[in-house]
């Protein structure tokens, strides 16, 4: 899973300036239209395809995932009675999972993985069997969101 790079991690800032980041992102009139050309810059090798898919997962409709599940919360804090809904975790959880995923593909993005099936193709022709289990491991790892680009 990649780590951020940025000193800035959500937990070196208070609560209260966590709160007020949160509502500046929430207050932004054009989010995806930013998301997009923020996904674009950090992963210039990404397809439009998983651009779009990824804006979607985290600052589309992730974040109204996210924001239902907080509000789930606090009904039960009001009302113990109320039933958390398990299917505003699964939602959430639903567009955590999937940027979990494009995390790991994003920066390869689609020319990666073809050069990768490239690679199979060039290996099968040379009988390497060693060699293509390896990529195709590797393939497997980026699609099951366990790659590590730190350590690549």
Do not use: C
């Not at 937990?11 to 674009?40: G, H, M, P, Y």
């Not at 589309?60 to 996210?66: E, F, S």
């Not at 993985?113 to 293509?132: F, N, P």
Request: proline share 3%; charged share 25%.
């Amino acid at each position: 899973m990649q780590q951020s790079q940025d000193a800035n991690t959500p937990k070196q800032f208070s609560r209260e300036q966590r709160w007020e980041i949160v509502r500046t992102l929430l207050q932004r009139s054009n989010l995806s239209n930013e998301a997009k050309q923020a996904f674009r810059q950090s992963y210039p090798n990404a397809p439009e395809e998983m651009l779009k898919t990824a804006v979607f997962h985290t600052y589309v409709d992730g974040i109204d995932a996210a924001i239902d599940w907080l509000v789930d919360l606090e009904l039960f804090l009001h009302k113990p009675s109320h039933e958390l809904d398990i299917g505003v975790t699964y939602h959430l959880l639903y567009h955590l999972y999937n940027w979990y995923q494009f995390n790991a593909l994003l920066p390869d993005g689609k020319a990666g993985v073809l050069e990768r099936l490239k690679e199979i193709k060039e290996l099968a022709s040379d009988g390497d069997i060693q060699a293509i289990i390896a990529t195709v491991e590797e393939l497997e790892s980026m699609f099951e969101g366990s790659r590590n680009y730190h350590l690549d």
